[in-house]
């Protein structure tokens, strides 16, 4: 059966920028999307004051304002040749507050489809591999947070992996990861690691891929299960036998792999990996 042929979902993207390497990852994700869907992306960048500075809050605005307005338009220059002519609009945006609250009141001011943000690893990645930025939007936003990678040789999403634990709502997150697979023409692999070799283990996996056969109409969608009493390791095997360039996760799921990436084993799988992790709220 044909794949069937929507519009894109993805209409408005927006992309918090620092002018960092990592944000300008972020933006390169955001155009390889806004090139095939015909998104406009929307560069965010956010002044935060120094505490303590309410008596020359308008002087230091104005100064920070002034030093980040090459930057910007820099960051807009980047998006536009990478584009290549297509057709996308292009915007650039500044706004003075905390990160993480202005990028989430933006997003529902812009009424954003998707975030394309940098992450940042740090050492014991006990909440992802996000920065605190990064963690707090997901945790705050509404809508789809792509969490890009610096070091990945190829900038490409033909292979995602969709992580299940068959909790509610996974099919339907699933099948609006399906509907940014389409732009792509992109392999999903929906991934359940079994802890136990028990019968009613196999039945909801047999269940949950009965179920979205029947409601998701995509011919390159894939069911892996790997067997394994240590979820790190199952979780490597398949990164290993994979090799995703994006990982695809809902919100609820974040405590089902908590313990994975807070782990040695993991940690160094990301350092080497450094695979691009997108994150559906419920």
């Known amino acids: 059966m044909a794949d069937k042929k929507e519009k894109s979902t993805v209409k408005t993207i927006l992309v918090p920028t620092d002018f960092s390497d990592k944000a300008n990852r972020a933006i390169d994700y955001a155009v390889l999307i806004a090139a095939k869907s015909k998104a406009r ?21 104005k100064e920070y304002e002034k030093v980040s ?42 009424q954003v489809d ?98 979205t056969r029947k409601v998701v109409d995509y011919k390159n969608l894939h069911f892996k299960q790997f067997q394994s009493s240590d979820v790190e390791e199952g979780f490597d095997k398949a990164i290993a036998e994979i090799y995703p360039d994006l990982i695809i996760l809902t919100h609820q799921n974040r405590s089902f792999f908590d313990a994975v990436f807070g782990s040695n084993v993991v940690d160094d799988l990301v350092y080497r990996a450094e695979i691009p992790v997108l994150v559906y709220p419920v």
């Open 69 to 110: 307005k090459p930057s910007l338009k820099a960051a807009e220059q980047r998006v536009k040749i990478g584009l290549k002519g297509a057709r996308v609009k292009v915007e650039g945006l500044m706004r003075m507050g905390a990160p993480v609250t202005t990028i989430v009141q933006m997003a529902n001011e812009l």
């Open 41 to 61: 992306i929307v560069l965010l960048h956010v002044i935060e004051l120094p505490y303590g500075t309410n008596l020359q809050q308008e002087k230091i605005r």
């Open 114 to 211: 998707l975030i394309c943000m940098g992450n940042r690893i740090t050492s014991g990645l006990r909440r992802f591999v996000f920065d605190t930025t990064t963690s707090g939007v997901i945790d705050l936003t509404s809508c789809p947070v792509l969490a890009t990678t610096s070091k990945l040789p190829e900038l490409k999403l033909e292979r995602m992996l969709f992580a299940t634990d068959f909790k509610e709502n996974d099919l339907h997150i699933l099948k609006k990861a399906t509907d940014l697979a389409r732009e792509f023409k992109s392999f999903i692999y929906v991934l359940h690691i079994r802890t136990k070799p028990s019968f009613d283990e196999k039945l909801r996996c047999i269940g949950f891929e009965t179920l």
